[in-house]
């Protein structure tokens, strides 16, 4: 017998939620995808992110009327899914409340069906008083992080976290060697796809997600999906015809294939996890763009690197994804405080390994995903302090008190970038 979704739903949220090794929505997803009708998968992804993006505050909500913590992660699971359609969703108040009963017995929990029923219905009754009671957790993020956002950003922490609660929308990234991104607009149009033109030289927003395949010509390359503040990567690196450039942490490819859109260059493309590799592989293969790809530890050149210096040295840095929480909710309950400070290890090995591979006067340009100083400014501060030979660029928007740029999340996604160049040309 197949699943239900809201049973589906729940032991994808299980997983997410396992105090121990939770695991994370890429990971649990793809076979629960499978395993559901294909006309039921949207309702499903909007439960199962929803669900992730809110659950602390539903949390919050929940533990007064439970006498004590629900150790069992697929009631915890249901419990939160039940409320989230509640508050969160048009799903009429009784279709939540029997479909989420429903999908405990699907998931062999027949015990626990009064439980569930007893706690929404109560919810119901007392949604005034139980919603003011976790008015002080209704940003729905981890204690720590809410703390390091109010250090790093005391004017900016509470827009960010409501940003991180939005749906995020989708964006194109029109690829120029094939049509304009005007053409390539009028084209959406003309097939009644709903979008607009960003202030980006090849930026489309998308009002509503849809099944890829349907966008013009995106089987033959013409577009890709990428966030606009990711497409400031590629343009911030200055590229000219011919130049050597490295891509150290490539995967799934996104700003590979940008680089090799706006310039004729030789491309290395670095990427540790040879899974993660093979995806820069097919995405440059429907591009039609050419790399050389090579898996590699970025930190270890003497492995990897033929000894001619690089013009241009993209890091995109492994990190916390803190500026991408609207795509990726599982984020919330996946970091723990000691990631950050294991991050920030690897991101200033990757900086100190790669510099010496850049040409003098060339560029390098670091980039994260985070919002949190110590992987971002901080960082970069360090790493100024201990290198004569590194100047840090200003770029167009950037605090000048602080090194670098900080994207904010908002319309698109928070990024960090910080344009080092090699002294002594
Ligand atoms: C933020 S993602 C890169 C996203 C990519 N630049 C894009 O635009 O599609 C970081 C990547 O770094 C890779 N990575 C992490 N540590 C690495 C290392 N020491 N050497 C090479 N790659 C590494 C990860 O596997 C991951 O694919």
């Given at each position: 017998m197949s699943l239900s979704v809201r049973a589906l739903a729940a032991a994808a949220l299980a997983d997410m939620l396992h105090d121990k090794s939770p695991m994370s929505l890429q990971q649990t997803l793809p076979p629960i995808m499978q395993a559901c009708l294909p006309r039921d998968r949207g309702l499903l992804m909007e439960l199962v992110h929803g669900t992730a993006r809110q659950g602390l505050y539903l949390q919050a909500i929940l533990k007064p009327m439970l006498q004590k913590p629900a150790t069992d992660m697929k009631l915890q699971a249901l419990l939160m899914l039940g409320l989230y359609q509640l508050m969160f969703t048009r799903i009429p108040a009784h279709a939540a409340l029997q479909e989420t009963v429903g999908a405990a017995r699907d998931l062999d929990m027949p015990g626990l069906t009064g439980l569930i029923n007893a706690v929404l219905r109560r919810f119901q009754r007392e949604s005034d008083t139980l919603i003011a009671a976790a008015q002080t957790e209704i940003h729905a993020h981890p204690r720590w992080l809410v703390d390091t956002l109010r250090r790093d950003w005391p004017e900016q922490s509470e827009s960010m976290m409501a940003a991180n609660n939005q749906i995020p929308g989708l964006t194109l990234r029109v690829n120029l060697r094939h049509v304009s991104r005007d053409a390539y607009l009028d084209m959406m149009l003309a097939q009644g796809l709903a979008a607009r033109a960003l202030d980006t030289p090849q930026g489309i927003a998308l009002d509503e997600g849809l099944d890829l395949t349907k966008l013009p010509h995106f089987t033959d390359g013409w577009v890709s999906i990428q966030d606009a503040h990711a497409q400031r990567a590629a343009y911030e690196l200055r590229l000219q015809p011919g130049q050597r450039v490295l891509d150290a942490c490539a995967a799934p490819g996104g700003k590979a294939a940008h680089i090799l859109e706006l310039a004729d260059v030789n491309l290395l493309a670095l990427d540790h996890d040879i899974h993660r590799l093979q995806r820069v592989e097919e995405n440059l293969t429907r591009l039609q763009l050419t790399a050389e790809l090579r898996q590699a530890d970025a930190r270890d050149p003497d492995s990897w690197w033929d000894g001619q210096p690089f013009d241009r040295i993209l890091l995109d840095a492994p990190c916390s994804g803190t500026g991408v929480i609207r795509r990726h909710p599982d984020i919330k309950w996946l970091r723990r405080p000691r990631d950050i400070i294991a991050n920030a290890r690897v991101q200033r090995e990757l900086l100190d390994k790669l510099w010496p591979l850049l040409a003098p006067g060339g560029l390098m340009l670091y980039a994260t995903c985070s919002l949190l100083r110590e992987e971002n400014d901080l960082c970069i501060s360090r790493f100024l302090h201990d290198h004569a030979d590194a100047q840090c660029l200003p770029l167009e928007?950037?605090?000048?008190?602080?090194?670098g740029l900080q994207l904010f999340p908002g319309p698109h996604d928070g990024f960090y970038y910080a344009l080092l160049q090699r002294q002594g040309a």
């Open positions: 928007g950037a605090d000048p008190s602080f090194p």
